[in-house]
Structure formats: structure tokens, C-alpha cells
């Protein structure tokens, strides 16, 4: 089960770090250090403008969020197949991790979005200062949420309800 706790954490990580490289390449061609393009004149931009807006960085939030699922789930059965058919995958245990894997890359591409902006108007690169930051997140999260799924789990077999 190693090998999932280093997908989930690497996965979400390795998604953000596209979201913030693209965000950075677009505030280089659009803006100068320190002053945010007309678009991205928000303070503090919300998890609405972050995922639902017509924005070129809103519209690869979606597609990094579409990936999650089936690339996890992909995932999943090379796991299923490379342990033979022991490795135990209940349909409750799918279902945890899939929701942990989702939330992990949310809460981080909308902590992207925060924390380009934050450092562009700071005249910082956010390529060279967010990266590291949003990778590290990734992992710590993917970890904590990987602990509470097999928590969860462990309490709800105990409780006699079968899951």
C-alpha cells in the first residue's frame, strides 16, 4: 500500500506544479513583475473564480481536475493486477480514496491560484518560489488524507457496518 500513499501525494503535486508553471508563463507574457494583468485584478481570487470562470487558468484548473479520477483509477488496477488479484480494493475503499485524491487537488490548484498571485505582486518568479510550496502541500495533504481514508475505513469496519 506504499505505492498508493507516493501516488496520492506525487500526483497532486505533480498537478499543480503544471497549473502554477502555466499561470506563471501567463502573468511573464501578459504583465510585468508586480502589477497583476486587468484579468487577474481580484485580491484574492475565490474557489469560484479559480474553477468556473472563463479564464484561460480556470478552464486547466477543470482539465487537471478531470484527470484525477481516471488517472487514479488507472492507477488503482495496476495495483489490482501487479499484486495478482489479492491486493484488497472494496468498492467504500475506491470511493475514499477517489474523494481524498479529488479534494487533495482542489484545495491545491485553488492554493496555486492564491499563491501566484500573492508572489507576482510581490515581483517574485512564482515558478521558482511556488513550486516547491504546492509540491510539499501536495504531500503533506496526500498523506493526511490517505491517513483519515484507511481511519475512516478502520472505524467503519469496526462499527459493524461492513463497509
Do not use: E
Not at 488507472?74 to 495495483?79: E, R, S
Not at 509540491?135 to 491517513?147: E, K, N, R, V
Request: net charge positive; aromatic share 12%.
Amino acid at each position: 500500500m506504499t505505492a498508493i500513499l507516493f501516488f496520492l501525494a506525487g500526483v497532486g503535486g505533480n498537478l499543480v506544479a503544471i497549473q502554477a508553471s502555466r499561470m506563471s508563463t501567463y502573468l511573464h507574457y501578459w504583465s510585468v513583475p508586480g502589477a497583476l494583468p486587468f484579468k487577474m485584478r481580484a485580491d484574492c481570487p475565490g474557489p469560484c473564480a479559480t474553477f468556473f470562470s472563463s479564464d484561460v487558468n480556470s478552464k486547466s484548473a477543470r482539465v487537471l481536475v478531470s484527470l484525477v479520477v481516471p488517472g487514479h483509477l488507472l492507477f488503482l488496477y495496476t495495483v489490482q493486477l501487479l499484486h495478482g488479484g489479492h491486493a484488497p480494493m472494496t468498492p467504500t475503499f475506491i470511493i475514499c480514496y477517489l474523494c481524498a485524491a479529488l479534494l487533495q487537488v482542489v484545495i491545491l490548484l485553488y492554493s496555486a491560484a492564491l499563491m501566484v498571485c500573492w508572489l507576482w505582486r510581490r515581483s517574485l518568479d512564482p515558478d521558482n518560489y511556488s513550486i516547491p510550496y504546492l509540491t510539499a502541500l501536495g504531500d503533506l495533504l496526500g498523506t493526511g488524507f490517505l491517513a483519515l481514508t484507511f481511519r475512516f475505513l478502520v472505524m467503519a469496519s469496526s462499527n459493524g457496518t461492513g463497509l
